[in-house]
C-alpha cells in the first residue's frame, strides 16, 4: 500500500502524492479531512509520511483505535 502511495518511489510520500492517491480513489475527504490525515501520519512533522510513519494506520487497526477520536 505504501508503494501505491509512493508515486515517485523515493521512499516518501508527500502531500501531493497523498491528496492524488485519495482524489483517485475517489475518498471524499475535505481538504481540511485531507490535510489533518496527512499531518496525522506525518508523525516527524516533516511535511513528508515515511514508511514507519505508514505503518501506523496499520497499527491503529490492529488495535481497533480510532484516529479521529483525539484530532486536533
Not at 501506523?56 to 477520536?69: G, H, M, S, V
Amino acid at each position: 500500500m505504501f508503494r501505491f502511495f509512493d508515486r515517485n518511489f523515493d521512499n516518501e510520500i508527500s502531500f501531493k502524492e497523498f491528496r492524488v492517491v485519495c482524489e483517485e480513489l475517489d475518498l471524499r475527504f475535505t481538504a481540511d479531512d485531507t490535510k489533518l490525515l496527512f499531518e496525522m501520519l506525518d508523525i516527524e512533522q516533516n511535511g513528508i509520511v515515511g514508511f514507519h510513519e505508514f505503518l501506523n494506520i496499520a497499527e491503529e487497526n490492529r488495535l481497533n483505535l480510532d484516529p479521529f477520536k483525539n484530532a486536533k
